[in-house]
């Protein structure tokens, strides 16, 4: 469900680049291995603090959600906080795309390009991603979907144990990529989706 980059842009910079061979931070986290971790109880305060910091930074911004699998109680998931904002339509959220940047969010321009009902955004730190922002159409498709199953979840308890349980095998199966591991989940998410 969570699309994912291969490559970030970033802006130009004047600085010389370094000459170690170390990747930056923002290259560590882009190439980070998919991890599930147990619940963590801090996850949902971890969302309300960034809602509001987004609420604050862009009021064009409809409405905020937490989405994915840590936004359900007891749910082991990747430590990553998903969120879900809400524009009028896609022209607002290509509007977006440099205000983000400068309010610490980082993106591929070409990953954004092949999506078209949608927009992605990470933050990270310390070469370790905390946040994915899925910027959509309010009330739209996209919105609809990833909080209907946000709520089966949070519903059936039998449907978020499969679902852990499929995450804990994909995590060990695409390790090393993310993008993958997203699509193997969609088979699952569809089904849940299609019995609603």
């Not at 969120?83 to 070409?110: K, Q």
């Amino acid at each position: 469900m969570h699309g994912h980059v291969r490559q970030v842009a970033v802006r130009s910079s004047t600085r010389t680049p370094r000459a170690s061979a170390e990747p930056s931070p923002q290259a560590q986290a882009i190439h980070e291995e998919v991890r599930i971790a147990p619940c963590d109880p801090s996850w949902p305060l971890r969302f309300s603090l960034e809602r509001d910091r987004l609420l604050a930074l862009f009021p064009q911004v409809l409405a905020v959600e937490h989405i994915g699998s840590t936004a359900v109680a007891g749910m082991e998931a990747k430590p990553v906080i998903d969120i879900l904002a809400g524009v009028t339509d896609m022209a607002a959220a290509d509007a977006l795309f440099e205000p983000l940047l400068t309010g610490g969010y980082t993106t591929s321009r070409a990953f954004n390009s092949q999506l078209t009902d949608r927009r992605w955004f990470m933050r990270c730190a310390n070469g370790t991603r905390t946040h994915h922002l899925h910027v959509v159409v309010h009330l739209g498709p996209v919105w609809a979907e990833r909080i209907l199953f946000r709520d089966l979840l949070r519903a059936d308890a039998g449907l978020a144990r499969s679902y852990s349980r499929l995450k804990a095998r994909l995590a060990v199966r695409f390790r090393h990529d993310r993008e993958a591991y997203t699509r193997a989940k969609g088979e699952f998410v569809a089904e849940a989706l299609a019995r609603t």
